[in-house]
T-cell receptor, first 113, second 112 residues
């Protein structure tokens, strides 16, 4: 049973437009959420996180929104750049920010020039 | 932050053999983990590498198949034993620093 799901395996966006990557979770104990970006032949790198006490966290071009009632979070990238093309993983943990991470299946984002 | 290196970066192995993957972190960290990413799949936690004691394995993973060592706070190894083609995956080492988790570049393993 997948506790963290990313239902879109891929997303294609034009440079300069907004990219929206979605993630759903089923475990109501999850209270800390993270987004990772992964380039080919590299390990995932941390992008942005959000605690369940907040519904939005912003860092430059990246904003994460959390809808606890819907058990849904999304990552917005605006404006999108070709260098943003990568696989994006959503991850969640329960109990505290330091606990085990459960990852979604990833969404491959392609930003076209 | 933490910089994590892994050796080897990739390998092609024969069925029935074993491969040991090394993970080095550039600073002392309390928690180190090993993940597997099978083709087209997400990252799955294999085990938590505990310093000075046996690793803690997740459901579906056992010590006989994936023995792990953690001799100090900066180094760990994962062995994939008696390999079969189903073990072909990317194996990733990870370390937690405060509330952030960092990943190594991964070891791409192909078993023939």
């Amino acid at each position: 049973d997948q506790q963290v799901k990313q239902n879109s395996p891929s997303l294609s966006v034009q440079e300069g437009r907004i990219s929206i990557l979605n993630c759903d979770y089923t475990n109501s104990m999850f209270d800390y959420f993270l987004w990772y970006k992964k380039y080919p032949a590299e390990g995932p790198t941390f992008l942005i996180s959000i605690s369940s006490i907040k519904d939005k966290n912003e860092d430059g071009r990246f904003t994460v929104f959390l809808n606890k009632s819907a058990k849904h979070l999304s990552l917005h990238i605006v404006p999108s750049q070709p260098g943003d093309s990568a696989v994006y993983f959503c991850a969640a943990s329960a109990g505290s920010a330091g606990n085990m991470l459960t990852f979604g299946g990833g969404t491959r984002l392609m930003v076209k020039p | 932050s933490a910089v994590i290196s892994q050796k080897p970066s990739r390998d092609i192995c024969q069925r029935g053999t074993s491969l040991t993957i090394q993970c080095q972190v550039d600073s002392q960290v309390t928690m180190m983990f090993w993940y597997r990413q099978q083709p087209g799949q997400s990252l799955t936690l294999i085990a938590t590498a505990n310093q000075g004691s046996e690793a803690t394995y997740e459901s579906g993973f056992v010590i006989d198949k994936f023995p792990i060592s953690r001799p100090n706070l900066t180094f760990s190894t994962l062995t994939v034993s008696n390999m079969s083609p189903e073990d072909s995956s990317i194996y990733l080492c990870s370390a937690r620093v405060y509330n952030e988790q960092f990943f190594g570049p991964g070891t791409r393993l192909t078993v023939l």
